[in-house]
């Protein structure tokens, strides 16, 4: 099986420093990532989204130019998604203007491997928080059901329902790090797939692995937090290699390397116990002990 490289970077954050953002060196460590990317020469560079923090219309429209322009110099194909600081005041055909490609969501084969670039809507309704159109879970479902290749699927904001425990951002607004309530129904499709499948995300601003029903949701780490690495910002971006592994390797400040058999993501796990209250044996064993 041949290898797909893919070199991948997300919540670049450009703007002013924000909490723990550190905005003012995101194009700075932009050019270090475009510089991996001359030297590494993947099949192809994403971006997970939230280019940048937003201010207002008319900044925002500049501040995603600033960051276009260097994604315009890496001569590869690129895939880019909007996140939530990329829709507070800007649509996504005005992102689609500046980064000079459609922004609906669409999948390519490359390799042995078909990447589904899931632009799920990234937009923050207040209140509400994310809400996950039908529309978009139909799609996801629809390429699930259909796929006859190993899946890599990105989106901006993460399915897998992991804990939020530690995070800066996060651990008291859990809500705000996933669709909540649709996640579980994201999983649920996901776990009816008969080929291997990986999926990728950003938002929530730190390096994750999370196994669910056998299949791998890995987080990557902002480009410019420093929570994790204060005072410095962790200056994180990955190259994913597919083929009969699932190799993941982040680089920066806040580092990690993951690798996985890709087949073992296809095999379905032991189906789950009932309530223990339910289960005939344990109930029986239980009323033993009772009489004794």
């Not at 060196?25 to 923090?53: H, K, W």
């Not at 890599?152 to 996933?178: E, K, L």
């Not at 290699?241 to 390397?257: A, C, N, P, Q």
């Amino acid at each position: 099986m041949a290898t797909t490289r893919l070199c991948i970077v997300t919540d670049i954050h450009h703007g002013k420093d924000n909490f723990t953002k550190k905005g003012s060196s995101a194009l700075s460590l932009l050019e270090e990532f475009s510089r991996f990317v001359e030297a590494t020469r993947p099949d192809a560079v994403i971006d997970m989204g939230d280019r940048i923090s937003d201010c207002d219309k008319q900044t925002d429209k500049q501040l995603e130019q600033d960051v276009a322009a260097i994604f315009s110099r890496m001569n590869v194909p690129r895939f880019h998604i909007c996140g939530n600081h990329d829709r507070d005041y800007l649509s996504v055909d005005e992102n689609a203007a500046i980064l000079g490609q459609d922004l609906s969501s669409t999948t390519v084969d490359m390799g042995d491997w078909t990447l589904v670039i899931w632009r799920a809507d990234a937009k923050i309704h207040r209140p509400g928080g994310f809400i996950l159109p039908e529309a978009d879970l139909l799609w996801l479902a629809g390429v699930v059901r259909n796929a006859t290749r190993p899946l890599a699927i990105f989106s901006h904001v993460p399915v897998s329902g992991h804990s939020q425990a530690g995070n800066y951002y996060f651990q008291r607004n859990p809500d705000a790090s996933t669709y909540p309530g649709a996640a579980e129904r994201v999983r649920a499709i996901l776990a009816g797939a008969r080929v291997p499948v990986a999926c990728f995300a950003g938002h929530v601003h730190w390096n994750t692995l999370t196994m669910v029903n056998g299949q791998p949701h890995f987080t990557l780490q902002s480009l410019t937090e420093t929570f994790t690495t204060h005072p410095e910002p962790a200056g994180s971006y990955a190259l994913l290699e597919l083929s009969e592994r699932i190799d993941w390797t982040v680089f920066g400040k806040d580092s990690m390397r993951v690798s996985l058999d890709a087949e073992e993501t296809a095999r379905r796990w032991i189906e789950p116990l009932p309530p223990f209250h339910e289960h005939p044996e344990i109930r029986l064993r239980h009323l033993q002990q009772a009489a004794e």
